[in-house]
């Protein structure tokens, strides 16, 4: 039994009642494939986590793109990843995946204000910095829809 398996069976135990997702991690692509392969022998949850992709390239053997293609073809069906501090600009590029992603994340908007207000940050100006990120990310995937259902209709209904 994996860790993660071990890890649900004491939150039941223990009744747990937030449910846990597991983290498939790596470096290349190969290494998230065999965490999943690891990590999810036996049934697999609807949503795992994507560990590790901020900073990161979009292309080569630890790009993104490389990483959701192999985990797309080793998860089943049914199971959906949330991408831990993916870039922006990696959202377009990951159309054709689009049925595979449930959810991502990303603090990116919050580095920005750090940079740009060292002191004298508040609650308000970070809202509106998060809003606009929001904003931005949204138009990203919007196009990203539009271009996925132009070559394949079925993809990005759901994100």
């Known amino acids: 039994m994996t860790s993660y398996y071990r890890t649900m069976d004491l939150a039941a135990r223990r009744r747990v009642k ?9 470096w290349y692509a190969d290494e998230y494939a065999r965490c999943a392969r690891e990590m999810l ?55 054709p995946y689009a049925d595979r992603i449930a959810s991502c ?15 004298g940050r508040t609650q308000e100006v970070r809202a509106h910095a998060m809003r606009g990120c929001h904003a931005r990310q949204t138009v990203l995937v919007g196009t990203a829809r539009g271009h996925a259902r132009a070559k394949q209709p079925h993809l990005l209904q759901a994100m």
Do not use: N, Y
Request: hydrophobic share 50%; proline share 6%; glycine share 12%.
């Open 105 to 119: 994340d990303s603090c990116a908007w919050d580095m920005a204000v750090r940079r740009r207000m060292p002191t």
């Open 18 to 26: 937030v449910p846990i997702m597991g983290v498939l991690q790596g």
């Open 41 to 95: 022998a036996g049934d697999a949850p609807a949503l795992v986590g994507l560990g590790s992709v901020c900073r990161r390239r979009l292309h080569g053997p630890a790009g993104v793109l490389a990483i959701v293609q192999a985990l797309d073809a080793e998860l089943p069906t049914g199971t959906r990843l949330h991408l831990f501090g993916i870039k922006s600009g990696a959202l377009a590029a990951l159309a």
